[in-house]
């Protein structure tokens, strides 16, 4: 095998993979489609054994996750992208090992930040109830 050939078969799994419809192993999932393993999901795409997701695509791992795309090991986020062993997260992006975050982007090992800045338990849970009013999440 020379550059040319493994460039081109490795081009034509990548095509597949991103083509494949059926779900492999999944309990009572609906509307999604090439997921693996995966229970009670939702509305979504390519997700590897995740379990209650709604509208995720490319998620692995994660639990009760809805309109999510590449987390792998999170819970209960919502509007997360490229986030990774986390929970309790809304709209943040590239996060790692945190919990309770709301708008952040970037950050290892944080709890209670809105956009980045830290607070104290009681006054995120005051500030997040507000906010989620605001912009129209639900509780």
Request: net charge positive; proline share 1%; with cysteine.
């Amino acid at each position: 095998m020379n550059k040319r050939e493994f460039e081109q078969r490795l081009a034509e799994l990548v095509r597949a993979q991103g083509a494949a419809r059926d779900n492999t192993g999944c309990v009572s999932c609906t509307g999604c489609e090439g997921c693996r393993d995966a229970t009670f999901c939702r509305d979504s795409k390519r997700l590897s054994r995740c379990n209650y997701c709604v509208r995720c695509e490319d998620c692995s791992e994660s639990s009760h996750c809805h309109g999510s795309r590449h987390l792998t090991s999170c819970v209960h986020c919502v509007d997360c992208e490229r986030c990774t062993a986390s929970a309790y997260l809304v709209r943040s992006s590239g996060l790692s090992g945190c919990t309770y975050c709301f708008g952040c982007v970037g950050l290892v090992k944080k709890d209670f930040h809105i956009l980045n800045e830290p607070y104290d338990r009681k006054t995120y849970f005051e500030t997040v109830a507000r906010l989620k009013r605001e912009l129209g999440y639900p509780g």
